[in-house]
C-alpha cells in the first residue's frame, strides 16, 4: 500500500513561503529534502512547480493543476518539456520527468503503484490533502523562528498523528535559530470522537 507524505519546513509562525520561494535560507534543509524524496514520485501544484521551474531530477514530478491544458516551461536550451497527463503510463519514480494531473484523489490513485510519494507544496495542496484524510504522514522541518510570509502551513489536527522521530539542530554562531527534523505518523484508530 503507497504512503503519502507531507513534505514541508515550517517556521514557528506556520509561514512556508513568500512570494513563491522560501524566506529562509537553510541548506541542510535542502540536503534533507532531496535526501527524503530522491527516488520517489513528488506532486505538487502548479505555483510551486513554477517557482522550481525546471523538475527535480531523480524523480516523476507530478504537477496538480486545475488546467488540464497547462505546460511547464521549455528546458533553459529552448527545448520543450515532455509531459505525460493523467491517465497515462507513468514511469518509475526515480525517472526525471513531468506528469500532470487535475483532480488529488484521482491523482493519488494513478500513484498507486508506488510505496511512497511526497506532496511538496503548495498550502493549497496541503490543505487539501489533509482536509481529505489522504495523508499518511508528515515530515516537517520545524524552524524556531517566526518569518514574513504569505503562505502559511494549514492548521492540522495534532491528535491525528502522533510523532515518531526528531533530529534536534541547535542554532548556531551562522544561524540564530535552531530547527528540528521532525516526523508524524497519522493515528491509525483516530475517530473525530477522539
Not at 513568500?18 to 534543509?29: A, G, K, S, V, Y
Not at 525546471?54 to 515532455?82: C, E, F, I, M, Y
Request: glycine share 8%; hydrophobic share 40%; proline share 7%.
Amino acid at each position: 500500500m503507497m504512503k503519502v507524505s507531507i513534505v514541508a519546513a515550517v517556521a514557528r509562525n506556520g509561514i512556508i513561503g513568500i512570494e513563491n520561494r522560501l524566506p529562509w535560507h537553510l541548506p541542510e534543509d535542502l540536503a534533507f529534502f532531496k535526501q527524503t524524496t530522491l527516488g520517489c514520485p513528488v506532486l505538487m501544484g502548479r505555483k510551486t512547480y513554477e517557482s522550481i521551474n525546471r523538475p527535480l531530477p531523480g524523480r516523476l514530478n507530478v504537477v496538480l493543476t486545475s488546467n488540464a491544458g497547462w505546460q511547464p516551461a521549455p528546458a533553459k536550451d529552448g527545448t520543450p518539456r515532455s509531459v505525460i497527463s493523467y491517465p497515462g503510463e507513468l514511469p518509475s519514480g526515480g525517472t526525471t520527468q513531468i506528469a500532470t494531473a487535475t483532480n488529488l484523489p484521482d491523482t493519488l490513485n494513478w500513484l498507486s503503484g508506488f510505496t511512497q510519494v511526497f506532496l511538496i507544496g503548495g498550502s493549497n495542496l496541503y490543505q487539501q490533502a489533509l482536509d481529505q484524510d489522504l495523508v499518511d504522514e508528515l515530515i516537517l522541518t520545524e524552524i524556531q523562528q517566526d518569518f514574513t510570509g504569505d503562505a502559511n502551513f494549514p492548521q492540522w489536527e495534532r491528535n491525528r498523528f502522533a510523532e515518531t522521530d526528531r533530529i534536534t539542530n541547535p542554532a548556531t554562531s551562522e544561524r540564530a535559530w535552531g530547527f528540528d527534523f521532525v516526523k508524524y505518523a497519522r493515528v491509525v484508530n483516530y475517530s473525530a470522537k477522539n
